[in-house]
């Protein structure tokens, strides 16, 4: 079945620096990725539609220039959390798919300090 | 803009009683999706359900799907230990890039 690899699954990093995590679909092409949220006990909330080739489309209330979205090839989606503050720190999830299925990454739990 | 209203948002029942989650939307779609999260994993798909009527079952977990009611439902036969985790019903945005919008989840505790 279809795989998407996400990494890093853990990263820690201070306040003020810069997170990015990688996202790639592994046997399969993924012209649109997309990225979510989760803060604890909460559910996922889309941030943004990945487009291989174009801008992404971010949802309302997400600010793109602070999550940036890097659609380079149709096997990886990259999103980099720039000048992280603590209120960043959740738990990010990748997902590519086609037509009826999905499939999502293994997340990555982002702690800023 | 499309809504998923997912009930109970928590449930703590008994080692073999049956229970019902319902998940419910506000446009138009007719593609499902139900998840098993975990605490700190991502998400495991447990059904997609494509059409109006649609059942599925896998163990002692079945969905089904009234696309007219928009209405989804999982219900556990049987509950064991092993299903306590959090259950999403997920909808699938049909007219906005193929999105999926999730519901808030119903956190499953299952008592032995």
């Known amino acids: 079945g279809a795989v998407v690899s996400q990494h890093p699954s853990r990263v820690i990093c201070k306040s003020g620096t810069s997170v990015k995590i990688e996202c790639r679909s592994l046997?399969?092409?993924?012209?649109?990725m997309f990225w979510y949220r989760q803060f604890p006990k909460q559910s996922l909330m889309l941030m943004a539609t990945?487009?291989?080739?174009?801008?992404?489309?971010?949802e309302q209330g997400v600010e793109k220039d602070k999550f940036l979205i890097n659609h380079a090839s149709l096997t990886l989606s990259t999103l980099t959390v720039t000048s992280a503050h603590p209120e960043d720190s959740s738990f990010y999830i990748c997902?590519?798919?086609?037509?009826?299925?999905?499939?999502f990454g293994s997340g990555t739990r982002l702690t800023v300090v | 803009e499309l809504k998923v209203e997912q009930n109970p948002l928590f449930l703590s029942m008994q080692e073999g009683k049956n229970y019902t989650i319902y998940c419910n939307y506000s446009t138009t779609s007719d593609r499902l999706y139900w998840y098993r999260q975990d605490p700190g994993k991502s998400l495991e798909s447990l059904f997609v359900?494509?059409?109006?009527?649609a059942v599925k079952q896998e163990g002692r977990l079945m969905a089904s799907l009234d696309t007219k009611a928009r209405l989804s439902t999982l219900h556990i036969t049987a509950a064991v230990h092993d299903l306590s985790a959090t259950y999403f019903c997920?909808?699938?945005?049909?007219?906005?890039?193929?999105?999926?919008?999730f519901g808030k989840g119903t956190r499953l505790h299952i008592l032995p």
């Open positions: 359900l494509l059409s109006n009527g």
């Open positions: 997920a909808v699938d945005h049909m007219n906005r890039d193929d999105k999926i919008i």
């Open positions: 990945s487009n291989e080739g174009s801008k992404a489309t971010y």
């Open positions: 997902s590519a798919g086609w037509g009826e299925a999905r499939t």
């Open positions: 046997d399969f092409q993924a012209t649109t």
